[in-house]
């Protein structure tokens, strides 16, 4: 929880891709998430005003995703979207993702 809210899409794609990895089959993996919205928006105005004094401390700051975004990058990581998860434009995001009992190990050979 409030580590991939600071991630920008690209980060977001290599640590899913690991926890793919991870999960064991039928395995689940909730992460937070947040867009530009409603909720947000008073955190985002702070942030701006001190990237504004401080740019080099941007990893610190948030990360605004949009939801179709975030369930790309699921996708593309090769896990499913539970219907649990919650994506929203207004804000703070649940995602709720999980690994496919179908799953198979790659097995690299040597």
């Given at each position: 929880?409030?580590?991939?809210?600071?991630?920008?899409?690209?980060?977001?794609?290599?640590y899913l891709v690991s926890v793919k990895r991870l999960l064991k089959?039928?395995?689940i993996f909730y992460f937070d998430?947040?867009?530009l919205g409603e909720q947000t928006m008073p955190v985002f105005r702070e942030h701006a005003q001190m990237y504004?004094?401080?740019?080099?401390?941007?990893?610190g700051f948030l990360n605004y995703n949009?939801?179709?975004?975030i369930g790309k990058l699921v996708?593309?990581?090769?896990?499913q979207?539970?219907?649990e998860s919650q994506l929203s434009d207004k804000g703070w995001m649940k995602v709720v993702t999980s690994k496919s009992a179908a799953a198979k190990l790659r097995v690299v050979p040597r």
């Open positions: 929880m409030h580590v991939f809210i600071h991630f920008n899409a690209y980060d977001i794609l290599n089959p039928n395995g998430a947040c867009s504004g004094s401080n740019p080099e401390n941007i990893r949009h939801p179709d975004t996708k593309e990581a090769g896990l979207l539970s219907s």
